[in-house]
């Protein structure tokens, strides 16, 4: 997930679930499913692999390099909260 402003080893309820499934029965929300939460633990940040831009226009040598890294959130999901419970 993108980078979110939670401590490492805090909970994170996120309420905007757009699809439940598994064990052969599954919810899609339009676009979310109502009453449906996550509940998750963050593990801390992480960066992504490096994004190579790479400018170039030929005849007039004009070239320009630059790199990016994303930074993301890591989490570990502890429990799913359907509608009906």
Same mark, same amino acid.
């Given at each position: ?6 401590? +490492?080893? =805090?909970? $994170? +309820?996120? /309420?905007? $679930? ?7 029965? =599954? ?6 499913? %109502? /009453?449906?939460?996550?509940?998750? #633990? =963050?593990?801390?940040? #992480?960066?992504? /692999?490096? $994004?190579?831009?790479?400018? &170039?226009?030929?005849?007039?040598? &004009? @070239?320009? %390099?630059?790199? @990016?890294?994303? #930074? &993301? #959130? ?12």
């Amino acid at each position: 997930m993108e980078r979110l402003d939670v401590a +490492e080893g =805090s909970k $994170v +309820e996120l /309420d905007k $679930v757009l699809f439940i499934g598994g064990n052969g029965d =599954s919810l899609i929300g339009n676009p979310i499913i %109502k /009453d449906a939460k996550v509940i998750a #633990t =963050s593990l801390g940040e #992480t960066k992504g /692999d490096k $994004v190579i831009v790479f400018k &170039y226009k030929s005849k007039v040598r &004009y @070239h320009k %390099k630059t790199g @990016h890294r994303q #930074t &993301y #959130t890591t989490l570990a999901i502890n429990e799913i909260i359907t509608p009906g419970e």
